[in-house]
């Protein structure tokens, strides 16, 4: 078990990231984390927790929390480690091992740091110390003062620590690493002087004086219109240390032998290579940006990071004219990854030296490499590295050099110690998609067929490797037409295996990608092949595997780092429709209750979602007996969090309908069909009987009469609101009758009160009235208040059509008083009826008022159509006066 404050504030056990909860969980958590075995008091924890003034219940919600965080602690087994969240008198105190927070060993490694002798060694500790932020510190908290002020001093000390780093490399003689980890950091923090001042001394030491000199003048401007001063103390000495120098401090070049070749060992260039314009600037930019750089092309298999790479090599000979040397590491293979020393032996020979005289050790072999790399202009192209680790002692020595790395991975490592520079390769646009044909079927073939190119494009998902595959079989097959290849690849069940020709494909560069990946993440992949909508998040990917959100989080982000999936928003993730088919591809392999998780999942949080939508309303279902509690369910602050996450899981939560009824589980479907009933109000025309058709099949199916009754009068209301009046009466006639056989007298109130509604819009208002009278006895039989509230507002909407405009009234009044407090929507849809009823009665202020209320409420609540509908009120009171 551990804890971290540097990034997202996260406890972290054996099976991943423990999912905190709210914001303030997680405010509480980092508070005592900060100060852990000291008592930290009430009033400072209430402090940290608002970003404003606190509400006077601010003591009961942080003792929710807190008996909470308990929960959480214990159920990881915090005890074993000895972690023990106290109280003690008015405060509460976490007792703990201060090793298990990362904050703790950065600050004690930053401290070790300071006192070694050897700058290696200083280097060394450093580097481990800063490897363990993750982000900025205390993220995922609340934004108030003590929680702030907080990552503000633990900022400092990051920064600091970067400037010592730097230092270090200095006493080195790296002047260029020192520049490259300064840069990234003065430019984050430009009004900064110390850095900015390390920053210009370590590129003047570097031979790159008139850059350190810029930086100067760009600071001092900076100063000048930000905050109206001149360079301090510190910066003005560097730029009189910089003018005092006679000439630039860079070392001559050495001079290879005589006899020493100029390598070059590229594989040959790519044909047929187009587009990418964009990408190769950037290259260009990130090329000239520092010395010695290490630049750094990702993306997913198959788009072409190779074929970019060994072009722009190509393209860019005269700019290196000491040679190029190329690696295959093999990090994304079926034959095992090549050895360091291996590799660094054929970089030796290629440079010259003779095999006698290549050193064993493979430290020794890194030294010379970097050696007889220095002061040459040379570059090195390592491509499909896996890790990190696979390419650091591949790198070539001096500020002339240049590397350039191809990964399937995003390799943040690289990026974060040797200051590596991220040109990512994205899909090909429709254009340079049909451009790529036309290299291998001929411009006159393509320019035929413009529609049938771009759809070809889409189906490819704009690959280059699945276009290749796909011109070779058009190539092949000269009669065909690429409208005849479209029809075969719009089959998502054989597009797979269209996509792959012998050992090449789609397929394979897929299976390659996953083969490498830690299993956790392997399994999670295997497991999205059986998820039911486009996109998921943590936790419907923690129940397709079985395990926490947080370690579905932290394989999510591997699969991100391994351009496998795409964080399109934040918190959701989703593949590219051909790597979305290569996962129900090997689904086979995933768990096979898998499926089933992920359906009670959503019946977990649906349930959630509804009580935050709608409180104090009816369940729209109970659970089935033997449904499985998730490892954790996503909780909604209000209204609008559990209105978004229906959004976001509408054609997960369809696409999970039509799975349980194909497994036979249809008390789930029914159940899942319901479950968007909130927003199928608020977007009430938009398409939703064919959901509630398929629920009520499945409710007969299991002949649940209480789920007929449920489905039928909710697709009743859905059918009067699209028009379709005859439909819906033959299903609002059925509802009552089958919520009074299950023997559910709230369904049989809210079944009447429908059919009674659509009824008065229909005409039959005697008979309506009648049922509504009904509905609202039913209703206070029950002692449900939502459903008192909800017979009540429509009885009142009926009298006002009838003219009893003070039984309406009354009605509405009584309403308000049962209606829950935090009932916003249905609060502001009485706050509506009430104020029309005041305005009917003559009662013109009173009326004017409850409207003026309403709007309010209704825009507060998102509730556009209330705030509308109060507005037109209040416009039509003023006419009158």
Known sequence: MEFRLLGSVALVTEDGDVALGPAKRSSLLAMLLLRPNT????????????EEEPPTHAKTVLQGHVSRLRALLAEHGAETYGVELATQGSAYVLRMPESLVDAHRFEELVALAGVQRRPADTVRMLREALSYWQGPALTGTVHSRPLEAAAGELEELRLASVEALAEAYGELGEHARAAAVLRTEAVAHPLRESLAAALMLALGRSGRQSDAIDWYHRTRRLLAEELGVDPGETLSEAYTTLLRSAAPVTAPRPVAPAAAPTPEGLPRAPRGFTGRGAELAALDRAVRGGDGPVCLVTGPAGVGKTAFAVHWAYERRADFPDGRIFADLRGFSDTPAPETAAVLREFLLALGVQPQRIPEAVEARGALFRSLTAGRRLLVLLDNARSSEQVRPLLPGGDHCTTLVTSRDRLGGLIASDAARPVPLGHLPPADSAALLATVLGETRVAAEPAAAARLAGLCDGLPLALRVTAARLAERPRWTLDEMVGELADEQGRLTLLDVEDRGVSAALRLTVQQLPESAARLFRATGLHTGSDLDRFAAGALVGTSPGQAAADLDRLTAAHLLTESVPGRWTPHDLVRLYARHVSADADPEGLRRLLDHYLYTGLAADAAAEPGSQPCYSLPADARRPAATREFEDRTAALDWYVAERAALEGAVTSAAALGLHDRAWRLALVQWPLMLMRIGDGWTPLLEAGLASAEHVGDFDAQSRTRALLGWILHAEGRDAEALVHLEKAPGLAARAGD?????????????????????????????????????????????LTLHHLAGHCMKAG??????AHTLRAGELVAPDAVVVRAQLQIAKGEALAAVGRLDEAADQLERAIAASEAAGFAEGSARAAAGLSRLSADR
């Open 745 to 789: 007298a709230i369904s049989e109130a809210i079944a009447y009160v429908n059919h009674a509604a659509v009824l008065d819009a229909t005409g039959e208002h005697d008979r309506a009235g009648l049922l509504m009278v009904h509905a609202v006895s039913l209703a206070d039989r029950t002692r449900h208040p939502s459903t008192q509230v």
């Open 39 to 50: 008592a930290v008091n009430v009033g400072r924890l209430i402090d940290a927790l608002w």
């Open 804 to 809: 009893d405009y003070e039984a309406a009234l």
